[in-house]
Structure formats: C-alpha cells, structure tokens
C-alpha cells in the first residue's frame, strides 16, 4: 500500500513540475495571467483542493497539536495518522480509518490532475505550482512515516529508527495547517494575477499579519475550551505568552519596515513606530505577568497593544476611498477586539483563569480577531481597484468578510468538539451508563461483602480463643 500511493504521488508531483511548460502561450508581455474567465475544470480543482485542504486536513492534524496540551500518556496513538477526518475515526479505532485516507488522497491526486488539464486563463509560472511540489513531496513522505508507524516495528534497527520517525512525522503533521493555509492563498494570487513586482511588498505586509490575527484568534480559542491545564503546568498566565510574541514582532517589524540606506517616507516611519510601540508594550506585558513570589498573573498590556494598532490603522488613509473605508472598519474592529479582552481579564473573570466552561463574552475577542484578520487581507491595493471597479460597495465586501469569519469560527469550534468528544476524551454514551452504574454497584457490593467476611472472621476467632480458654 506504501508502495503504490508513493508512486501515485511521485506521478502527480512529476505532473506538477511540467505543467507550467504549456498553456502559457496567450500571456501578454509583462503580465501574468490571461483575462479568460476560470473554465470549469479550474473550479473542480479549487473545490477539491479547498475541500481537502481547508476541512478534511485540520479535522485530524489539529488534535495532534492538542496532544502537547493534554501531556496525555495515550497521545502517542494520535500520530498514527494524520489525514484528514481518517485520523478522527482512527482515535476511535473505526474500521473506515484506512479507507477514508485512501480516499482522501486520491481526491488531492484527482485535484492535482484537474489543475493542469484546465483550459482558459492561462498562468505564468507562479508560487503556487512551485509551492505544491513542496507540499506533494511532503505530503508523500507523512503517508510513508504513517505506513511505517502503523506497522509497529521496534526490534533490530527499527528500534533506533522509530523515535526519529516519531518527531518527524509530529513536526510535519503540526505544519500541515500553515502550509495548507498558505498554499490556498497562494492559489487565489495565483488565479487573480496579483502581488508581482511593486505589489509583492504590500501583499506580504497584508497577508502575513492578517493571518497573524487569525491565528491569534485560534490560538485564543484554543487555550479557551482546551488549554487551561497547560497553562497551569507552565506556571505562566495566557498574557505572558502573548506578550512574548508581541515583544517578538515588534523587534522583526522595527528593523525591517524600512529599506536601510534609503530615504524614509510615511509608509517607514508609521509601520517602523508600530514595530516600536508592539515591543517596548511586550516588554511591560512579560513583567506584569509575574507577581511577586513568581506566580502568574493577568494584566491588559496585549489587550491595550492590539487597541492602539487598530486605533493608528483605523486614521491610515488610502488613496482609493473604498480602501480609506476597509482599513478604518479593520481598526475598529481590532479596538473592539481589545476592549472586549479587557472586559473579559477584568470584569468577567476578575484577573482569574477561565473556567472549565467559557462564559458567552470570551467568544467575542476571537471571532473579532478573525474578522480583522479578513478585512486586513482584503486590502491590498490590487484588491481593493478591483473592488472599486466592479461597483461594490465598501458595506457589501465587508459583510462577506465578517460572514466568513462566522464561518471559520464555526469550523474551528467544530474542530475542538470533535477532540473533545472522541476516542479516549469521548464521555460516558447515555447507552453504556446503565452498564457503567451496574458494574459500580457490582464492586460496591463486593467490597461490602468483603468487609462483612472480615468482620465476621475476627468474631468467629474470638469466641473460639474464649472458648478454648473455658476449657480445663
């Protein structure tokens, strides 16, 4: 089975790397796409690829990265497979594990063929076909770890071999959801032409902090319904380590904002003070977050550091008014983001962890930081002219943003009900609880029998000693 998807997948890699050979004919000179609408076969390769990528992936590989919150003795079984929802029914040993990933994979091979048998547009070569032979080659060689994993093999060799395996294939499952997010951006610059030559700064700076945001959002959630126990055991509160990546950021965006050697313009100066202000604030943040004897404590410092971003985005104007709009709703939204996490630290938990149910106000300051990390990767210049030339209204892009927030909150929390309640963490079914309640009782009477038996014993040997000693 090893054998065959890896020469499957050595096929759909080798389709990959010829590809961009042909079709390329019709592309004006300087540009990087044709102006013909997307056929239909590009279509079924963006659903299968966004289908498998950006649902039936994450499904699996997100609870292996729970595994190091839980420190659980039984997470070792969860790296036995990391695709898709097959991982989901491995947990629970079902026998639909192994045909579900096979599947799988030849839905991400049949989405791969479909990519490059497309007619109309036509593509330059581009980040995303390079990206996904990066991705495919990987891809590969999970499939050959989990082969190899699944078949136990401890003795001789394979007992040295195994722990290297093991990590291997644990990094490379805990990179599948920034590479698969990444490689669908990718596909949608790829279809629509953008980010090239003057643009390719002003994408980056757009795209890696909008899902900068959207992680923060996850990674919030996260520690919400399934982190509290590592958090107690790392003896840190959540604000020391957000503002350790703040402190983080800030010192990368202070040096790299700005070209060295060249002259400074408005763009340098507010993007390099924002760099500024994010790491002289995480540094106050990781000492607020210890008290006196070491024990962890809440503060607002990361909460007040995301309001004063969105309160400098929300004045940044734009040359187009539409993108003057977007980029002012991205700074409210980042403010009301941050006044409900300060609500939450002071007000709803009162400087206290969250409980072992979430109250309804901490669902807020995530999903507002996923709809900030939308609306800030909507834009970019490119994005916005093409907006501005359609007629859409700044109102109208903005309610599809805020609706795919809603969604990818929903998936994320369907994600972590799926952990939750499966395999070893799946509670007590209303069928089994009479079983579970006669057993108890069962053991229950057994040891008020034993007891009984003991009691017994020790009086039946004392009226024999008695006894024996009435005797003459």
Same mark, same amino acid.
């Given at each position: 089975?090893?054998?065959?998807?890896?020469?499957?997948?050595?096929?759909?890699?080798? $389709?990959?790397?010829?590809?961009?050979?042909?079709?390329?004919? #019709?592309?004006?000179?300087?540009?990087?796409?044709?102006?013909?609408?997307?056929?239909?076969?590009?279509?079924?390769?963006?659903?299968?690829?966004?289908?498998? !990528?950006?649902?039936?992936?994450?499904?699996?590989?997100? %609870?292996?990265?729970?595994?190091?919150?839980?420190?659980?003795?039984?997470?070792?079984?969860?790296?036995?497979?990391?695709?898709?929802?097959?991982?989901?029914?491995?947990?629970?040993?079902? *026998?639909?594990? &192994?045909?579900?990933?096979?599947?799988?994979?030849?839905?991400?091979?049949?989405?791969?063929?479909?990519?490059?048998?497309?007619?109309?547009?036509?593509?330059?070569?581009?980040?995303?076909?390079? !990206? +996904?032979?990066?991705?495919?080659?990987?891809?590969?060689?999970?499939?050959?770890?989990? &082969?190899?994993?699944?078949?136990?093999?401890?003795?001789?060799?394979?007992?040295?071999?195994?722990?290297?395996?093991?990590?291997?294939?644990?990094?490379?499952?805990?990179?599948?959801?920034?590479?698969?997010?990444? %490689?669908?951006?990718?596909?949608?610059?790829?279809?629509?032409?953008?980010?090239?030559?003057?643009?390719?700064?002003?994408?980056?700076?757009?795209?890696?902090?909008?899902?900068?945001?959207?992680?923060?959002?996850?990674?919030?959630?996260?520690?919400?319904?399934?982190? %509290?126990?590592?958090?107690?055991?790392?003896?840190?509160?959540?604000?020391?380590?957000?503002?350790?990546?703040?402190?983080?950021?800030?010192?990368?965006?202070?040096?790299?904002?700005?070209?060295?050697?060249?002259?400074?313009?408005?763009?340098?100066?507010?993007?390099?003070?924002?760099?500024?202000?994010?790491? $002289?604030?995480?540094?106050?943040?990781?000492?607020?977050?210890?008290?006196?004897?070491?024990?962890? *404590? *809440?503060?607002?410092?990361? +909460?007040?550091?995301?309001?004063?971003?969105?309160?400098?985005?929300?004045?940044?104007?734009?040359?187009?008014?539409?993108?003057?709009?977007?980029?002012? &709703?991205?700074?409210?939204?980042?403010?009301?983001?941050?006044?409900?996490?300060?609500?939450?630290?002071?007000?709803?938990?009162?400087?206290?962890?969250?409980?072992?149910?979430?109250?309804?106000?901490?669902?807020?300051?995530?999903?507002?930081?996923?709809?900030?990390?939308?609306?800030?990767?909507?834009?970019?210049?490119? %994005?916005? #002219?093409?907006?501005?030339?359609?007629?859409?209204?700044?109102?109208?892009?903005?309610?599809?943003?805020?609706?795919?927030? !809603?969604?990818?909150?929903?998936?994320?929390?369907?994600?972590?009900?799926?952990?939750?309640?499966?395999?070893?963490?799946?509670?007590?079914?209303?069928?089994?609880?009479?079983?579970?309640?006669?057993?108890? *009782?069962?053991?229950?009477?057994?040891?008020?029998?034993?007891?009984?038996?003991?009691?017994?014993?020790?009086?039946?040997?004392?009226?024999?000693?008695?006894?024996?000693?009435?005797?003459?």
């Amino acid at each position: 089975m090893a054998l065959s998807i890896r020469s499957v997948l050595l096929l759909a890699a080798g $389709c990959v790397v010829s590809a961009h050979e042909h079709h390329m004919d #019709a592309i004006p000179p300087g540009e990087a796409i044709t102006m013909e609408p997307l056929d239909r076969t590009l279509w079924w390769h963006i659903g299968l690829m966004t289908l498998c !990528f950006g649902i039936l992936y994450p499904i699996g590989i997100l %609870q292996t990265s729970f595994c190091m919150l839980l420190d659980s003795a039984k997470c070792g079984l969860l790296t036995l497979a990391l695709w898709g929802v097959g991982m989901v029914l491995g947990i629970v040993k079902s *026998r639909y594990h &192994v045909p579900l990933q096979l599947a799988t994979t030849l839905v991400v091979i049949t989405a791969v063929i479909l990519g490059h048998a497309h007619k109309g547009r036509q593509f330059a070569p581009n980040i995303h076909g390079y !990206f +996904a032979n990066i991705l495919l080659w990987k891809l590969g060689l999970q499939i050959l770890f989990g &082969v190899y994993l699944k078949l136990h093999l401890s003795s001789g060799i394979h007992a040295r071999v195994r722990p290297y395996v093991v990590k291997v294939h644990s990094i490379f499952g805990k990179a599948m959801p920034v590479l698969a997010w990444a %490689q669908m951006l990718f596909g949608g610059i790829t279809a629509l032409g953008f980010c090239r030559q003057d643009h390719l700064g002003q994408c980056l700076a757009h795209f890696i902090m909008g899902s900068a945001f959207i992680a923060y959002g996850i990674l919030l959630t996260i520690m919400l319904f399934v982190g %509290q126990a590592w958090l107690k055991r790392s003896g840190k509160s959540q604000e020391f380590w957000d503002s350790l990546v703040i402190a983080g950021w800030g010192c990368v965006n202070t040096f790299t904002e700005h070209r060295w050697g060249t002259e400074w313009n408005h763009g340098d100066i507010q993007h390099t003070s924002m760099g500024v202000v994010w790491w $002289c604030a995480g540094l106050l943040g990781l000492w607020l977050s210890r008290g006196k004897n070491g024990e962890p *404590r *809440r503060n607002i410092i990361p +909460a007040m550091v995301i309001f004063i971003t969105g309160w400098a985005m929300s004045g940044h104007v734009q040359h187009l008014p539409v993108s003057t709009m977007i980029h002012s &709703v991205f700074g409210y939204t980042l403010m009301f983001a941050a006044l409900a996490r300060i609500v939450e630290i002071c007000f709803v938990l009162k400087d206290g962890p969250t409980g072992e149910i979430p109250n309804s106000w901490q669902h807020l300051t995530p999903y507002l930081l996923f709809a900030s990390g939308f609306i800030f990767m909507s834009a970019t210049e490119e %994005q916005m #002219a093409l907006i501005a030339t359609a007629g859409i209204d700044h109102v109208s892009c903005l309610i599809i943003l805020y609706s795919l927030a !809603f969604l990818l909150y929903l998936f994320v929390q369907i994600l972590l009900h799926i952990f939750v309640t499966s395999g070893t963490n799946a509670p007590i079914r209303k069928l089994d609880a009479p079983l579970e309640e006669g057993r108890q *009782r069962h053991e229950a009477e057994q040891r008020a029998r034993e007891a009984e038996e003991f009691e017994l014993e020790g009086l039946i040997s004392d009226d024999e000693g008695s006894g024996d000693e009435r005797k003459p």
